[in-house]
């Protein structure tokens, strides 16, 4: 994969975080540190994504006729089936 070189501009604050994550042994150094920042950044918009679109799903099929005890069993089955309970 092909990398693409930067510059990077922090406050001293901001740099001597980075250097404290080092110094602890998270990472080898600042540029692996700043990708996992990128790689998290990338896994929470994405999740946001998929939230936004369930809960767009969700306005968009209406309202439900079934009751609140009707839905919570069925979201307890499924759960169930899922391994989730």
Known sequence: MATVRKTVT???KQDK?????IEAGEYTNDSEYLRN???????NKATLLSLKTKLVE???????DKSLPEIMKEVEARMRQDGQL
């Open 10 to 12: 922090f406050t001293e």
């Open 58 to 64: 969700g306005l968009e099929s209406g309202i439900s």
């Open 17 to 21: 975080w980075i250097k404290a994550q």
């Open 37 to 43: 920042l990128v790689r998290q950044d990338q896994a």
